[in-house]
């Protein structure tokens, strides 16, 4: 009987996909995800491991702490230079990841906002066209949400185009942030693109023979149990990498460590700017999703009266001149939304003494105390009275 339902086509098909996609789970298991896990890919790291950080923060419940939301230009902030400059004992988790926009930023806010009683003292929040262009959304849906959040703000008939050209953004702010208009977030190729990563692992992680076949290679690598140099495959080094960094992230509450970044020679800084833009913001149009996204991090933090600190991180010339080709250096339409809100607190912090850079976009990590300061410094002199915020 068997034997004849299996030689029907449509039953044969069904089993047939059905064991595709059974067989597509295995490389969810540890011991095998470690080994199909392109090496290089650290934004996989970055994104996933956010869950444990965020597992991490509910055991500091009943304690006074703050959030760093940003992406990888973000993740050296140090939280005892916070703390010092800002004197007061509170803890300052760092959910910044690559590549990250404010859809990213949204559902962390969302989410340790329902987990959480204690709201947060304060919020830093990195903002640029970086973070808002289609780019910062496509890189987090495979690695980052739940389907409930996804369906929740799903947007299927908005009236809006998903990516606005720049010579229409004044038109489409003044709309999304219209007090009429509610938007819910995501369109209809975002949420089909996330469930069609979230339930097929080889497509959420781009898993490929030839990047398997790399991760084999052997390399140098220093056993500190063991006190001795010995070889081990790239997926090994790339794994026991990952499980230093989560405890580490347990003294850095998420800071991103330095050996992460790549240090570009000033020299090769204008084509580095080049080639990081083909990726990070390939055009002058911005997301409609991380705009409306973005009113709703504003309404939320105003409605609840938390400081939300909007900073403009400092790039090289190279990449300033890009966004200025682009026209989205100064983003003057959408900053004027923030008058607005009482709550909000925007610096511009491509002043800062400080152009040492380790690539065309992010700051060397010598630069970042003189960050913290002049942001510490700002924020306390803009609003002197919720200095005991901060």
């Known amino acids: ?141 495979p690695y980052s949400y739940d389907p409930i959040f996804m369906l929740r703000y799903m947007d299927f008939y908005r009236d809006i185009p998903q990516n606005i050209p720049q010579e229409k953004q004044k038109k489409y702010i003044d709309l999304i942030f219209s007090s009429d208009t509610i938007f819910k977030g995501f369109s209809a190729d975002e949420v089909d693109t996330y469930f069609m990563k979230y339930f097929f692992i080889i497509n959420r992680y781009s898993i490929h023979p030839n990047k398997i076949f790399e991760n084999f290679k052997k390399i140098d690598y220093f056993d500190e149990t063991k006190n001795t140099l010995i070889k081990i495959p790239l997926y090994e080094f790339a794994h026991r990498t990952k499980l230093k960094n989560l405890e580490n992230f347990k003294h850095t509450l998420g800071g991103i460590p330095v050996e992460f970044y790549t240090q570009i020679p000033e020299k090769d800084l204008s084509i580095d700017a080049q080639r990081n833009f083909l990726r990070l913001l390939p055009s002058s149009e911005l997301s409609s999703t991380q705009l409306i996204f973005l009113k709703k991090i504003l309404d939320l933090t105003h409605q609840q009266n938390i400081p939300l600190i909007i900073y403009k991180p400092s790039m090289t010339e190279y990449a300033n001149q890009i966004l200025k080709t682009y026209h989205l250096y100064d983003l003057e339409d959408l900053i004027k939304q923030f008058e607005r809100y009482q709550n909000i607190i925007y610096i511009d912090t491509t002043s800062i003494s400080c152009k040492k850079f380790s690539d065309s976009v992010h700051l060397s990590p010598e630069c970042y105390k003189e960050l913290t300061k002049f942001i510490s410094t700002y924020a306390k002199k803009k609003v002197p009275n919720r200095s005991k915020s901060f």
């Open 1 to 141: 009987m068997l034997k004849n339902i299996i030689q029907k086509p449509f039953i044969s098909t069904i089993l047939l996909a059905l064991a595709l996609f059974l067989t597509d789970k295995i490389f969810l298991i540890p011991s095998i995800k470690k080994i199909v896990l392109y090496y290089k890919k650290v934004e996989i790291f970055f994104y996933e491991s956010r869950f444990e950080l965020f597992e991490y923060l509910k055991t500091y419940r009943d304690r006074e702490y703050a959030l760093i939301l940003g992406s990888s230009r973000s993740g050296m902030f140090s939280y005892k230079e916070f703390q010092q400059e800002m004197g007061k004992e509170s803890y300052i988790f760092n959910f910044s990841a690559p590549l990250a926009g404010t859809s990213y930023y949204y559902y962390w806010l969302e989410k340790i906002d329902s987990s959480l009683q204690k709201k947060p003292q304060w919020i830093l929040m990195e903002l640029d066209a970086i973070n808002l262009g289609n780019p910062s959304v496509y890189i987090s849906l």
